[in-house]
C-alpha cells in the first residue's frame, strides 16, 4: 500500500508539472503584486540555534526504541552579497553545546540558485559522531563516537504562481511582495545515505536488530516527491510580512549493499514559518524549520527530525562607484 501511494504522488507530480511548464514562458511578474528593491546587495548577520535527532523502530511499531542525536548548539552566522559574490561564515557560540565534554563534527554544504519559477538545492550533510540520551537522567548522554551518518543528493522546487508569489520575498526578504498571494510549488530530491560505523560494540548498542542495522553500514539511494503550499500574508503594502508553508510527499529507496533488492517507502512532512519587516534599507525576520523524514530500512524503521530556529538583521546597500580589484 505504501508503495502504491508513492507511484500516485510521483505521477501527480509529473502530471501536474508538466501541465504548468507548458506556461512557463507566460509567467511574468506582476509588478501589483511584486517589485525589486533598488539596493541588491545585502549584508546580514543571524543568531540561530538547530537539533537533529534520529529514532528508530521496529518495522511494525510506531515507538521508537533506541536515539541518537547531534551535539548542537547555537550559532552566529554573517552573510554577504555582492553582485556575484557571496561570502557566509559561523561560529558557535561557546556553552551552548548539549554535551560540552565531546568534540563531534557535523558538516552542511548547500548551494541555491535558479529563477522564479524553478530552483535547484544540491547538498550534503555529514554528521560525524553522536550522542545516545541516557533515559530517565535529563540533559545526561552517553558519547557514540566512530559512527557517521552521511546524506548527499539535491532539492528541485517548481512553483505555480510566480505572477502573484516571490518565494524570494518569503524565504529570504529579498524582494517586495506589495499584496497578499500564495503558490502550490512541488519538490523533488534524489539522494543518497550512509551509515558507517568503524568499531561496532554492543556495549553502545544493546538491542540485537539495532546493532545489526548500524553495524552492517547501511547505504541507500532514493527518491522523493512532495507538493506543498506556500502563502506571503503581507501588511502596509509589504512592510511586514508572514510567510508559512507546508508540504508533505512520499517515494522510495533502494539499499544498495545488500542482496534484497526490495523497494522501501520513504515519507516526508515539512513546514516552516517566516515573518518579520521587509523594508527598502533595513530588514529582521525570524525563521522556524521544522523537518520529519521517516525511512523503511530493511532492518528497522529510521526517522530523522530537524528543528532550526534563527533570528535575521539585514542592510541593503547599493553598488559601488568604483570596482573592487576591476572584478566587482
Known amino acids: 500500500m505504501r508503495h502504491r501511494s508513492s507511484y500516485i504522488l510521483m505521477s501527480v507530480f509529473f502530471i501536474i508539472f508538466t501541465h504548468h511548464a507548458s506556461f512557463a514562458q507566460n509567467h511574468t511578474v506582476d509588478s501589483n503584486y511584486i517589485k525589486a528593491f533598488a539596493r541588491t546587495n545585502i549584508i546580514e548577520i543571524y543568531p540561530g540555534i538547530y537539533s537533529t535527532r534520529f529514532n528508530f523502530s521496529n518495522r511494525r511499531q510506531r515507538k521508537n526504541d533506541y536515539s541518537l542525536v547531534a551535539n548542537s548548539n547555537a550559532h552566529i552566522s554573517t552573510n554577504i552579497n555582492y553582485k556575484w559574490l557571496s561570502l557566509r561564515y559561523s561560529w558557535a557560540m561557546p556553552g551552548t553545546q548539549l554535551d560540552e565534554k565531546v568534540k563531534l563534527k557535523y558538516t552542511s554544504l548547500g548551494v541555491n540558485f535558479g529563477g522564479k519559477q524553478m530552483r535547484f538545492r544540491p547538498f550534503y550533510e555529514s554528521y560525524n559522531g553522536l550522542l545516545i540520551p541516557v533515559r530517565k537522567i535529563k540533559d545526561s548522554f552517553d558519547i557514540f563516537e566512530g559512527i557517521q551518518f552521511t546524506s548527499a543528493g539535491f532539492d528541485y522546487y517548481f512553483f505555480t504562481n510566480t505572477k502573484l508569489f516571490s518565494f524570494k520575498a518569503a524565504r529570504s526578504f529579498s524582494a517586495k511582495q506589495v499584496k497578499s498571494a500564495g503558490s502550490v510549488f512541488l519538490m523533488a530530491t534524489p539522494s543518497w545515505q550512509k551509515i558507517n560505523w568503524k568499531t561496532p560494540s554492543r556495549d553502545l548498542v544493546k538491542d540485537s536488530a539495532t546493532f545489526n542495522l548500524l553495524s552492517g553500514d547501511p547505504e541507500w539511494v532514493s527518491l522523493m516527491v512532495r ?73 528497522k524503521n529510521m526517522e530523522q527530525v530537524n528543528t532550526n530556529f534563527s533570528i535575521t538583521v539585514g542592510y541593503r546597500f547599493s553598488n559601488f562607484h568604483k570596482k573592487i580589484l576591476e572584478l566587482l
Do not use: S
Open 227 to 299: 507538493i506543498g503550499y506556500t502563502h506571503n500574508f503581507v501588511i502596509d503594502k509589504g512592510k511586514w510580512i508572514i510567510a508559512p508553508a507546508i508540504l508533505t510527499g512520499a517515494g522510495l529507496l533502494r539499499e544498495i549493499n545488500t542482496t534484497d533488492r526490495k523497494l522501501q517507502a520513504v515519507g516526508n512532512f515539512q513546514a516552516w514559518l517566516n515573518a518579520g519587516y521587509n523594508g527598502p534599507v533595513y530588514y529582521c525576520y525570524f525563521h522556524v524549520w521544522w523537518n520529519d523524514l521517516q525511512t523503511n530500512l530493511l532492518i
